[in-house]
């Protein structure tokens, strides 16, 4: 079986139509990153081939985002050299078509006819199971599902043994199988296959004796619990008495009542010592005024003796600083004239340097009066010549495109006339006498020209019918007129008569034109801003030139004037001299008048201080809170004493806490009540069971239920020898057939070791039951697959894969393999041996390869077919 095309539309991700051909017969990659699409397309084959067309669950196929889709997929493949189609849509508008040949299988027929060809059966109802896959669900591997090899060998032993059987051409088993089979039901009857529980008749025997042993033993425990009952109830009998002799809870109620006395002192105790605290707070309170009172009296008289001091000190300041202010104003006054006979001198040498400039700006207002004058002469020459050149050029002006044109023309003209001549007729002629050609005569030397069918009249000698032989001369004709005409019209547009002399006049043109060029740049060299621009600056340096002689005439007489350098120093040597003068003043007289104003409010605040202390109001007050601080002293020491004398009375109370203890002497009295209470249920309850056992004839119903029980263990026993004789028989059987199946498995063994060699040299593998990889046998030691590492398993799933695909194409089944992200967990080592049994298998089978690491199958030989290529050729 070969796949030629798979075509997949509104498939899950793949929401528009994806095409895949030119599938080849052996290995094909495709490669893609994580959810490009791979393992969809493989799902998309599966999903063909083996999904029920009609099945509800498929709506996951729908395209994402498009809940009213319409999935469907259509494939071609090759079947033993027969053409084949099928496609199915799902969900909506369901349909399945299978065209074999010429043959046409629809909707049901069609899905039983794929399931005979490939090896599997149709699900009854919902998702395809893993036990319907068959042979592709052992062939066409998903995507984390490589290792997994047992399961879908054990769903597809029946068709791999169907294989086995036909290459060895026996069918010897056939009858032990139905023996074993008959044996194994008869045995299925009694035990469970797998687990080897007792089940059906046998079972039954188990139950019925473990619920006759379980009643037995109910009633064992029932008698055990009578006598031990009638045992329980002298004891809590004995114990109610007891207790309701002594009656324990009343000693506790008196013990509860004592320690509640006990708690009600020492909370009358508490409340008075709060109530001394409060009290105390009170009187604290009381006394707090009359101190700050004293206390603001103290610092007023601190305050007064501190502000002598500052007043004494501050008028000595103010002499100090009347002296320094007088010095300072005088200094001042000094520099003052200073600074102003300076600054005069300045003024001066700045007018001494004022003059020098301007002789100097007079020199060059002359220079550059004589330089505009010059530019304005040789720019008006230089513009007369190219107003002369502009107007010389205007009337010589020629259209180049058309002198372009009208040279083609003429070149065109040329040719075609040259071709046209030598396409016409040519016959010279040397005459003695005269003939006539159409209506003219001729006679003498001379060449003739036809261009069109002529007439030769030679006298009495008859005439001559001349036709050119060229045929297309007429059209060269033509167009010779119409390009002369073109020509023509071209000379008149140019007002020329020739090309020579519309090149002619081109000449002349361009040789004005640079003329033009070069005056422009002279008279762009003189006035770049025009000869206006060149006249304005004249007259605005005349203007300035005069300016400044009429201001070097309005300055002083400077001949006694310092260098500027040396007035310039002298006037900021006295400005310095004066700045710092003053701010010496500014300073002086601030401190003068700080210094006053601070005597006078100290005076002030002084005489009010000394007034406030001598106010007779002020003394009677401050009098009585002295008495009233000392009167409040007296009671706060007598409270706190007797506060701390109760609060040590109410800590030597606290420490048994007689609260505590009366709580729990009541709940000890509730509890020793309950106790009792419940003791008397107890022992009406006793009686009450006792009384309804000793009538229910207890003794009786054990005597009954162990002739049961015997009559039980005969039955079950019966039945478990039949199930051990089955059992022997079925082991004999089956290690019969075993051995005739050991011979039909010789050929999967060999292939299994010519793919098993690659990776596991010196190594064998052993087969289960249901022909499937049990134990890997290497260097004396078998390991079971289940304690092989996962790289390991999932390397044997592709390798026995191979091995059965080989089978099954031996014996004539269709084979297709496709495996999806498989040896991911592989080294590098042996991957390349995978590779190298993937490349062989291919010469055997079709094999689709889906890898997200393109990388690292880039040796295979093959071409790698990227999905996204795929989708954007889409």
Request: aromatic fraction near 4%.
């Amino acid at each position: 079986m070969k796949l030629q095309s798979i075509a997949i539309e509104e498939f899950k991700q793949f929401t528009g139509r994806l095409f895949i051909d030119d599938l080849q017969p052996g290995l094909n990659l495709f490669v893609g990153p994580n959810e490009a699409g791979k393992s969809t397309i493989a799902e998309a084959v599966r999903a063909v081939f083996l999904e029920r067309y009609k099945a509800s669950h498929l709506k996951e196929l729908l395209p994402w985002g498009k809940a009213s889709g319409q999935p469907s997929v259509e494939v071609s493949f090759d079947l033993d050299g027969v053409a084949c189609r099928l496609s199915k849509q799902f969900v909506t508008r369901q349909r399945c078509e299978l065209k074999i040949g010429q043959a046409v299988f629809g909707e049901d027929e069609a899905e039983d006819k794929l399931a005979a060809l490939l090896g599997f059966s149709r699900a009854a109802r919902g998702p395809l199971k893993a036990e319907n896959a068959g042979v592709p669900g052992l062939l066409w591997v998903q995507q984390g599902g490589t290792h997994d090899v047992r399961d879908s060998t054990g769903h597809a032993a029946q068709y791999l043994r169907d294989a086995l059987s036909q290459l060895s051409g026996s069918r010897e088993s056939a009858g032990e199988d139905a023996l074993i089979a008959a044996v194994q039901r008869e045995l299925r009857q009694l035990l469970t296959a797998r687990t080897q529980k007792s089940t059906g008749p046998l079972a039954e025997a188990e139950a019925a004796l473990a619920a006759l042993i379980a009643e037995r033993d109910d009633l064992n425990r029932q008698r055990e619990q009578f006598d031990e009952n009638i045992a329980r109830l002298a004891a809590q009998q004995q114990a109610f008495e007891e207790t309701e002799r002594k009656r324990p809870w009343e000693l506790h109620e008196e013990k509860a009542v004592l320690a509640q006395q006990r708690a009600n002192a020492a909370a009358e105790l508490e409340r008075s010592v709060g109530q001394l605290a409060q009290a105390l707070k009170v009187s604290e309170a009381e006394l707090a005024l009359p101190l700050q009172h004293e206390q603001a009296a103290v610092e007023l008289e601190t305050a007064v003796t501190r502000d002598r001091q500052q007043l004494d000190t501050a008028r000595a300041n103010v002499a100090a600083v009347e002296t320094g202010y007088a010095q300072a104003a005088t200094r001042v006054a000094q520099l003052e004239q200073a600074f102003t006979d300076a600054n005069r001198a300045l003024e001066l040498a700045n007018a001494a340097v004022s003059a020098a400039d301007l002789r100097n700006q007079i020199g060059l207002h002359r220079a550059e009066l004589e330089r505009l004058e010059t530019a304005i002469a040789a720019a008006s020459e230089a513009n007369e010549a190219l107003v002369a050149a502009a107007r010389a050029a205007a009337a010589l002006e020629i259209d180049e495109a058309k002198l372009k044109r009208l040279a083609s023309l003429d070149a065109s003209l040329t040719v075609l006339r040259a071709r046209t001549e030598a396409a016409m007729t040519r016959i010279e002629y040397r005459l003695s006498g005269a003939i006539t050609v159409g209506d003219a005569s001729i006679s003498g030397t001379g060449v003739l020209r036809v261009d069109e069918e002529k007439r030769i009249g030679l006298g009495e000698l008859g005439e001559l019918r001349v036709i050119p032989g060229v045929s297309d001369l007429f059209a060269r004709l033509s167009e010779l007129a119409a390009l002369e005409a073109q020509h023509a019209q071209l000379l008149q547009a140019l007002g020329v008569a020739s090309l020579a002399e519309a090149e002619s006049r081109h000449e002349q043109w361009k040789a004005l034109v640079a003329q033009q060029k070069s005056h422009a740049k002279v008279l762009e060299a003189y006035a770049p801003q025009g000869i206006d621009a060149l006249r304005a600056a004249l007259a605005s340096a005349t203007a300035r030139s005069q300016a400044a002689n009429e201001r070097l005439t309005s300055l002083p007489d400077v001949s006694a004037a310092l260098p500027l350098d040396e007035a310039r120093r002298s006037a900021e040597i006295a400005a310095s001299a004066l700045e710092s003068a003053r701010k010496i003043l500014n300073e002086a007289t601030e401190k003068r008048s700080t210094g006053i104003a601070t005597a006078e409010s100290l005076a002030l605040q002084l005489q009010r201080k000394e007034a406030q202390l001598s106010d007779p109001a002020f003394c009677r007050n401050r009098a009585q809170w002295q008495a009233k601080i000392v009167e409040q002293r007296v009671q706060v020491e007598a409270l706190t004493k007797q506060r701390e004398a109760r609060a040590r009375e109410l800590e030597a109370v606290r420490l048994d806490d007689p609260a505590a203890e009366a709580k729990r002497y009541r709940a000890s009295a509730e509890l020793a009540r309950q106790d009792q209470h419940e003791r008397q249920v107890s022992i009406a309850r006793l009686r009450s069971q006792l009384e309804t056992v000793g009538a229910s004839g207890l003794g009786e119903r054990l005597a009954a239920l162990d002739a049961k029980v015997e009559q039980a263990i005969r039955r079950k026993e019966e039945l478990s020898l039949r199930a051990g004789a089955l059992s022997l028989l079925d082991e004999v059987l089956v290690a019969e057939r075993d051995a005739a199946v050991a011979q039909l498995r010789a050929p999967l063994t060999e292939r299994l070791g010519h793919y098993l060699k690659r990776i596991f040299p010196q190594s064998t593998i052993a087969l289960g039951d249901d022909l499937s990889p049990a134990t890997l046998d290497r260097f004396g030691r078998a390991d079971t697959l289940e304690a092989l590492s996962f790289g390991t398993r999932e390397q044997l799933g592709i390798l026995t894969r191979l091995a059965y695909a080989d089978l099954l194409k031996a014996s004539g089944r269709p084979t297709l393999l496709m495996l999806d992200d498989a040896a991911v967990h592989t080294d590098a080592a042996r991957r390349d041996a995978i590779k190298r049994a993937l490349i062989d298998a291919a010469t055997r089978h079709q094999i689709l390869v889906f890898t997200c690491h393109p990388e690292l199958w880039d040796d295979l030989g093959v071409r790698q077919r990227a999905i996204d290529d795929m989708k954007a050729a889409a």
